[in-house]
């Protein structure tokens, strides 16, 4: 079994900063790319950013410049770093790795339950 587990939100004010982690955990062979998503109330998940195994990154465009993705491969964990939050950020975040489990051949996608960051004064 895989798991991954998000950590980090919370409720900050307008222009303060917040850091998610997620740790992937269970029988895993290798991770090859993982991301952030969010999705607000009445509206689609988006992708926020993404990094690959290589640690290229790709950005939404209204998180460039205050958003970072990093991780610890040892340690299987992705991490987001927002700076300058905007009341526009609260939603759900979740984490999504892309998984080859030990004895498979292939890569599955594999989700977070999520965690709320609420931007407010």
């Known amino acids: 079994q895989v798991q991954l587990v998000e950590s980090g939100g919370g409720l900050v004010q307008p222009g303060g900063s917040l850091r998610l982690s997620c740790a992937a955990s269970g029988s895993i062979f290798s991770i090859n790319a993982m991301g952030w998503y969010r999705q607000a109330p009445g509206k689609q998940r988006e992708l926020v950013a993404t990094i690959t195994s290589g640690s290229s990154t790709n950005y939404e465009e209204s998180v460039k410049g205050r958003f970072t993705i990093s991780r610890d491969s040892a340690k299987k964990t992705v991490f987001l770093q927002m700076n300058r939050l905007k009341p526009e950020d609260t939603a759900v975040y979740y984490c999504?790795?892309?998984?080859?489990?030990?004895?498979?051949?292939?890569?599955?996608?594999?989700w977070g339950q999520g965690t709320q960051v609420t931007v407010s004064s």
């Open positions: 999504k790795g892309g998984i080859r489990r030990v004895a498979s051949e292939y890569y599955s996608e594999y």
